[in-house]
């Protein structure tokens, strides 16, 4: 421990604010209780009763696997040096100059929420709508779970995007609700899918095969549905000698395997079929006469010398009543707090506030939306790395405030703690075992907060 540290003391010890329960705040608040050089009292925000964000949010319903990282995410919101104070809104219920009154360093970890539009006609009819929406509708999240969505009436879907996140809501379109069933979905989506009139889902990529950024794992459980085909077109598929040489990437070269496994496959008398199109464009979004969704305008491309997309001015249009955007995600402005424009991400360097005193930022709204869960915990630790740098220089000082004082300040709000989540975490898993599911949500605000420790 340096001179400069031992300002801080077991009596007196380093307090962070963590703003933000996701991977990455969870991820910036282990890196700080693992580490030996300084005391530490750590603080995690988030605006919802509950934490975990993109696991509990995010992720598939349908991949528990992925969603037991919570179990280590549990082992740091336990420890009695680390606090989680949920329902509490930075902005609204907190301040950026109260935390940096009562707290000596903060690191924001919120993520990127928000999505990127295709910059099309018709993209606002009632029928389109981002895969962020779609999922969040799906997994339970409070500011969606009341969205009304009816899949009676669609038969034809299209997901824009060949990522992950569009192979997602692909798949949760293409399931059954028997296979869905022993997933965490949210009990109204189920309830709709059960009633889901889809035959066709539909997901473009504007280039070729090789450009796509899905991974093989997620790929290949399209070739395990129950009631799906996979179709695609040769002609799209056309990967030339000198393209697949160059090929360095195993991803790549396994994506490349399944999807030409995909069309070896025997056609089943099954009521649905996932088409994966590739080097293909939305240019409009058509609508009907009381402004729904009801086609979708797409014209071909074709792959530049520099591997680029290039229209070739011959057009198809696809009748479809769902058309669902997955072409990127983008953080929102926090108030107050520097923001790059143009990023989509806080202003920084490397981690530390750009013009900040005590600031730091960690995961997607850090360095933008990319990598998976795990790819969070390097990027928490090298910006808690660069906090204790501070630390150890005498940048980064005690500041007057208090937790006491904080804790004056929200004492009438409703701050739901981790004891609180426990009894809801413990409520959902059993009322979902006797239903014979994993977990039953609760997805609205006021019911959440019902369910609290005494």
């Not at 249009?317 to 990127?328: A, D, F, K, N, T």
Request: hydrophobic share 35%; aromatic share 6%.
């Amino acid at each position: 421990m340096t001179q400069d540290s031992q300002s801080f003391t077991p009596e007196r010890p380093l307090r962070v604010a963590v703003v933000g329960s996701g991977p990455s705040g969870i991820y910036s608040a282990e890196s700080l209780i693992k580490q030996a050089e300084v005391p530490v009292e750590v603080d995690i925000f988030d605006r919802l009763p509950t934490p975990y964000g993109l696991v509990r949010y995010g992720v598939a319903p349908d991949h528990l696997t992925i969603k037991s990282v919570t179990k280590a995410f549990e082992k740091t919101l336990n420890d009695d040096r680390v606090r989680f104070l949920g329902n509490v809104e930075f902005g609204r219920d907190l301040s950026r100059e109260q935390l940096l009154e009562h707290y000596d360093a903060v690191i924001y970890a919120v993520g990127a929420s928000s999505d990127r539009r295709l910059g099309i006609p018709g993209e606002d009819l009632t029928g389109s709508l981002s895969a962020t929406e779609f999922v969040a509708w799906y997994n339970g999240h409070p500011d969606a779970a009341t969205r009304d969505l009816d899949l009676s009436g669609v038969t034809g879907v299209v997901v824009i995007g060949v990522g992950n996140v569009a192979l997602d809501v692909s798949r949760i379109l293409a399931k059954t609700a028997d296979e869905l069933h022993t997933s965490d979905i949210a009990g109204h989506a189920l309830d709709v899918l059960r009633g889901s009139g889809v035959k066709d889902v539909y997901v473009m990529g504007r280039r070729g095969p090789v450009q796509a950024k899905f991974t093989t794992k997620e790929l290949r459980e399209f070739g395990e549905l129950e009631a799906a085909n996979v179709a695609l077109r040769p002609e799209e598929m056309q990967v030339s000698e000198a393209e697949e040489a160059a090929i360095t990437d195993n991803v790549v070269k396994k994506n490349l395997e399944v999807l030409r496994g995909f069309g070896e496959l025997e056609r089943r008398d099954v009521p649905r079929t996932v088409h994966f199109r590739f080097l293909v464009s939305p240019t409009e979004i058509l609508g009907d006469e009381q402004g729904r969704v009801r086609a979708i305008r797409i014209e071909k491309n074709r792959l530049t010398e520099s591997g680029g997309a290039e229209g070739t001015g011959e057009y198809e249009e696809i009748p479809v009543q769902l058309v669902l955007r997955s072409v990127g995600y983008r953080g929102v402005p926090l108030p107050g707090v520097p923001f790059d424009e143009k990023a989509g991400t806080i202003a920084n360097e490397g981690g530390r506030v750009t013009g900040g005193q005590g600031e730091y930022t960690a995961g997607w709204i850090k360095r933008g939306p990319s990598g998976v869960i795990g790819t969070n915990r390097k990027c928490a630790a090298d910006t808690v790395a660069l906090l204790l740098e501070d630390v150890n220089s005498g940048t980064l000082a005690p500041r007057a405030g208090s937790r006491e004082a904080l804790d004056t300040h929200l004492a009438a709000h409703p701050v739901y703690t981790f004891e609180d989540w426990q009894v809801l975490d413990q409520h959902e898993q059993s009322s979902g075992s006797a239903a014979g599911r994993p977990r039953a949500k609760v997805v609205r605000l006021e019911e959440m907060l019902g369910h609290r420790r005494g």
